[in-house]
C-alpha cells in the first residue's frame, strides 16, 4: 500500500495497526516501507480519511510470474 | 541517549507525559519516546472537552484560575489557553429535534486547547530532565530479570534499539503497540473497529454554539451507519476574542466510509444549510479498535496507563489522572518493592468500563439504531421543548436520555404502541449488537 501524504492529516492510527510494522511515522505523517508491506490492507481499510492506496509495486514482476506459470496451459484462452 | 534508564515511557500523550514529567520530578532518569516528531500536534480526533461533572472516572475536575484542578487527587495541571463553555448537549434526530441534557450554571463540559496543555506538559518534562526521542516507535516490551527490555524502532531506522529499566510504562495509546505484546492483551474481548474523520470548519451559520451535539439515526450520512458530531472549539493558536471554530466528525464501523459519510453530511445531510460557506481549516482522524478494559494494567514491571488499558478512552483528563497515579504507585514500589497496587486497584474501582454492564449501558446512549428515523423524530418531538439536567459524560447521559424517553412511555404506548416495544427492546441490546449496527 501506498500512503498519499496529502490526504494523510497525520493521526497515526494506522502504525500501530499493521502486522508487518511497514508503517513509519515522518513528519507527523505516514509512510510504508515498500519492502515490508505485504498489501494486507489493514491500513486502507482503518485509515479514517482514505488517505492509504494500493500501488502495484511490480508490475513488471506481475507480468513475469504469469510468463513463467509452469502449470499455464497454452490452449486455454480467458 | 543512553542504554539505560531507571524508567521508559512509550507514547507521549497526556498519560505518557504526565507520568514522565512526575517521575522525572522524583529524580528518576526517565526516557520518553513517541512517534510523532512535534509532540504537542493533536491530528488525532478529539473533542477535548473538559468534563466536569463531578466524579467522572472517580475524579472532580475544576477550572481554577484557568487551570485544571483535578479535587481529589491532589493536583494542578497548567493551561494557558481559551475554554468554551458549553451549557446543552443534545441528542438530535434527522428531523431536527432534540433530546436535550443541560446545566447552565457549571455548564455541561468545557472544551478547551489540547495542544496548548500538551506544549506546557512536555515544557515541564524537559525541564525535570527527561531525554525525549521523538519519531521513535515503541515495539515491544519484555519483563526481564530485574526490569524490562523495551524495543524501539527509529522512523528513519531499520534496525530495533534495545533499552534497559527498572519500569516501562506504555502510554501509546488505544490500539497500543505494547500492550498487544503482554499476555494481559489475551484476557480482552474485542467488539469491532470504528474509523473517524473530522474537520475543523470556520464560517459555519450555525445555531447551537452552546451546545455538543450528536447527530442520531440514520438519515444524517449517506449509508445510514456511523455518527456524527459537533462541538465548538478555540484553534491553538486563537487570541482573546477570536471565535471558536466547529469541529464536525464523523464515526463509522470499519467497512463504511467515514470521510465519505462526513462530506455527504456536510453537502447533502439535513442540515447541509449550515455549512455552504464552511472553510475546513484542520483535518484530524482516528481509529478505535474496542476492546474490554484491562483489568489489572501491571504486567511484571511494565505499566500500562491511559488509553492503552481501556475500552474506547479514558478522556484526556483521566488520562492524566491516571498517569499522575501510575507514577505514584511506581515510585512507592521501587522505594517499598510494593506499590503497584495502588494503581490497579484505583482503576478498576474508578474506570467505570471496568465494571459489569457499564460499556452496554455507554453505548445504548448513543446508538439508537433499533429505531427508524420517522420513530426518532417523533420521540424527540416529545421532549424537543425540554431540558433534562445532565452532562455530556457517556456514562451517564445514557441514563438520562433512558429517563427522558421514559417519561413520555404512556403517551408513546398510546399513540405509537410499536415504537413503544421497539424502545424498551432497545435497552436491553448488547454491546456486539449496538457496534456491529
Ligand atoms: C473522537 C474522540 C473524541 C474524544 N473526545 C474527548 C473529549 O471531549 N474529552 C476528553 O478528555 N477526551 C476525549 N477523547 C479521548 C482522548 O483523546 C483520550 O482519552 C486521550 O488522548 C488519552 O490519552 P493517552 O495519553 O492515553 O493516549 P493518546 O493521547 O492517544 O497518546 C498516545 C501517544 O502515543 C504515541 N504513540 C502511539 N503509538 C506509539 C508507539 N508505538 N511508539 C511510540 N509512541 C506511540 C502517539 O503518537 C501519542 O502521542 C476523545 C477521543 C476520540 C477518539
Ligand atoms: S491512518 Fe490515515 S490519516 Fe492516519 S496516519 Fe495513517 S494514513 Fe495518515
Ligand atoms: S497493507 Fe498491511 S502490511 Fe502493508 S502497510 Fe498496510 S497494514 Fe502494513
Redesign the interface.
Same mark, same amino acid.
Given at each position: 500500500m501506498v500512503v498519499d501524504r496529502e490526504e494523510c492529516?497525520? &493521526? @497515526?492510527?494506522?502504525?500501530?495497526?499493521c502486522p508487518r510494522?511497514a508503517i513509519?511515522?515522518?513528519?507527523?505523517k505516514s509512510?510504508i516501507d515498500q519492502v515490508s508491506c505485504i498489501e494486507c490492507g489493514t491500513c486502507r481499510?482503518? &485509515? @479514517?480519511?482514505?488517505a492509504i492506496y494500493a500501488g502495484c509495486r511490480f508490475p513488471d514482476i506481475v507480468l513475469l510470474n504469469f510468463a513463467n506459470n509452469p502449470y499455464a496451459d497454452d490452449t486455454t484462452t480467458i | 541517549m543512553k542504554d539505560i534508564y531507571d524508567i521508559v515511557v512509550v507514547g507521549a500523550g497526556p498519560a505518557g507525559l504526565m507520568v514522565a514529567k512526575e517521575m522525572a520530578a522524583a529524580g528518576q532518569d526517565v526516557l520518553l519516546v513517541d512517534?510523532?516528531?512535534?509532540i504537542p500536534?493533536i491530528?488525532?480526533?478529539c473533542c477535548t472537552m473538559l468534563i466536569n461533572e463531578p466524579n467522572t472516572h472517580g475524579e472532580t475536575v475544576h477550572i481554577v484560575d484557568n487551570n485544571l484542578h483535578f479535587e481529589k487527587t491532589g493536583f494542578t495541571v497548567k493551561y494557558s489557553g481559551q475554554f468554551v463553555k458549553l451549557v446543552k448537549s443534545s441528542r438530535l434526530s434527522p428531523g431536527g429535534y432534540k433530546l436535550t441534557m443541560a446545566n447552565e450554571k457549571e455548564g455541561v463540559a468545557h472544551p478547551y486547547t489540547k495542544e496548548v496543555i500538551l506544549r506546557d506538559l512536555l515544557q515541564e518534562a524537559v525541564q525535570n530532565g527527561v531525554d525525549i526521542l521523538t519519531?521513535t516507535?515503541g515495539?515491544k516490551a519484555e519483563n526481564i530479570n530485574g526490569g524490562v527490555k523495551v524495543y524501539l524502532?527509529s522512523?528513519?531506522s531499520r534496525f530495533l534499539k534495545e533499552v534497559r529499566c527498572k519500569i516501562a510504562f506504555a502510554a501509546?495509546?488505544v490500539?497500543?503497540?505494547i500492550t498487544?505484546g503482554l499476555k494481559l492483551a489475551k484476557q480482552r474481548k474485542y467488539f469491532g473497529?470504528y474509523?473517524?474523520?473530522?474537520y475543523f470548519l470556520d464560517e459555519v451559520d450555525y445555531p447551537y454554539w452552546d451546545s455538543w451535539i450528536t447527530c442520531v439515526g440514520k438519515g444524517h450520512t449517506q449509508l445510514g451507519r456511523g455518527q456524527i458530531y459537533m462541538v465548538p472549539k478555540y484553534l491553538p493558536n486563537a487570541k482573546p476574542g477570536d471565535k471558536p471554530i466547529l469541529d464536525v466528525f464523523c464515526g463509522s464501523p470499519?467497512?463504511v466510509?467515514?470521510?465519505?459519510s462526513l462530506d455527504w453530511c456536510l453537502q447533502e445531510g439535513p442540515f447541509n444549510e449550515w455549512f455552504h460557506n464552511a472553510k475546513i481549516v484542520h483535518?484530524?482522524?482516528?481509529?478505535l479498535n474496542f476492546y474490554t478494559c484491562i483489568m489489572n494494567p501491571v504486567e511484571g514491571n511494565i505499566v500500562v496507563v491511559g488509553d492503552a488499558a481501556s475500552f474506547i478512552e479514558t478522556y484526556c483528563q483521566s488520562a492524566l489522572v491516571y498517569g499522575y497515579r501510575a507514577a505514584q504507585a511506581a515510585l512507592k514500589q521501587l522505594d517499598t518493592g510494593k506499590g503497584y497496587e495502588d494503581y490497579s486497584t484505583f482503576w478498576r474501582e474508578s474506570f467505570e468500563y471496568c465494571w459489569p454492564g457499564e460499556i452496554e449501558k455507554a453505548l445504548q446512549g448513543f446508538g439508537l439504531h433499533m429505531i427508524s428515523d420517522e420513530e426518532l423524530d417523533y420521540i424527540f418531538s416529545l421532549t424537543d421543548k425540554e431540558e433534562y439536567f445532565g452532562y455530556v459524560s457517556e456514562n451517564t447521559a445514557p441514563r438520562v436520555m433512558k429517563e427522558a424517553i421514559m417519561s413520555h412511555i404512556d403517551q408513546i404506548k398510546k399513540e405509537r404502541p410499536e415504537t413503544a416495544k421497539t424502545i424498551e427492546k432497545h435497552w436491553q441490546s448488547s454491546a456486539e449488537d449496538i457496534v456491529q449496527a
Open positions: 492529516v497525520g &493521526c @497515526g492510527a494506522c502504525v500501530n495497526l510494522l513509519r511515522f515522518i513528519d507527523n509512510y481499510e482503518s &485509515c @479514517g480519511v482514505e | 512517534i510523532k516528531k512535534d500536534l491530528n488525532r480526533s519519531e516507535a515495539i524502532r522512523s528513519h501509546d495509546g490500539n497500543s503497540q498487544r473497529s474509523r473517524v474523520a473530522s470499519i467497512g466510509p467515514s470521510k465519505q483535518k484530524a482522524a482516528c481509529v
